[in-house]
């Protein structure tokens, strides 16, 4: 089974602080991809990655930034934590090359800055 | 341009009566459509995909959704609701440009009583 694992599940930090958030995914999937989910809101992309070193921003980049120097591994970096960066965050990848593909998540990090 | 609108953002129905969670998207491409289905303090979890072959599509726990290209719907039904199908359910369409992306509906939280 495919897993998706990610770093932290709850997560408390400072305004200001450098925040990274880890995501590791099993299956050599190309494709990986950062929300933050917000009640009323649902999932809003981040960033998302479609090989090494290949990034794009997404609908709401503005104050977060990645990496991904590893297929399994995609980062998200906060450079400077704001009380309005408080959400949840969900990494995912996908199978396959095609828009029909689903998408593989992991269990979410609550973040909470202070 | 893609978007996916979820018409109600709470549905309550009693145990044992049917199901209907509404989606409506809009697309300028044939879309793939999807469900997914997030229970408390878990990962989201697919629950059926629709890629332009039946458009009427069966999924886990007993749930379906039919597309309906002249009313632009993908609407998630079941017949008979159990208690663990309180959760909440997020309408997605995809779109494939050269690189993928996912647009979320704002989500149905669904609610069913004893």
């Known amino acids: 089974d495919v897993k998706v694992t990610q770093s932290s599940r709850y997560l408390v930090k400072r305004t200001g602080e450098k925040v990274f958030l880890e995501c590791v995914q099993d299956m050599d999937h190309e494709n990986m991809f950062w929300y933050r989910q917000d009640p009323g809101l649902g999932l809003r992309l981040i960033y998302f990655s479609y090989d090494v070193k290949m990034k794009e921003k997404g609908d709401i980049p503005e104050g977060y930034s990645v990496s991904r120097e590893k297929k399994e591994r995609f980062s998200l970096i906060l450079e400077s934590a704001s009380t309005n960066q408080t959400s949840m965050y969900l990494c995912a990848s996908i199978t396959g090359t095609s828009g029909s593909s689903k998408q593989f998540f992991g269990p979410g990090t609550r973040l909470t800055v202070l | 341009a893609q978007s996916v609108t979820q018409l109600d953002s709470h549905v309550s129905v009693s145990e044992g009566t049917p199901v209907l969670l509404r989606c409506n998207y809009s697309?300028?491409?044939?879309?793939?459509l999807f469900w997914y289905v997030q229970h408390p303090n878990k990962g989201l979890q697919l629950l059926l995909k629709?890629?332009?072959?039946?458009?009427l599509v069966k999924g886990i726990n007993g749930f379906e959704a039919e597309f309906k290209k002249s009313e632009t719907s993908f609407h998630l039904t079941k017949p008979s609701a159990h208690m663990s199908d309180a959760a909440e359910y997020f309408c997605v369409v995809t779109i494939t440009s050269g690189t993928y992306k996912y647009i979320f509906g704002t989500g149905t939280r669904l609610k069913v009583l004893a």
């Open positions: 697309s300028s491409y044939s879309p793939s």
């Open positions: 629709y890629t332009s072959a039946a458009t």
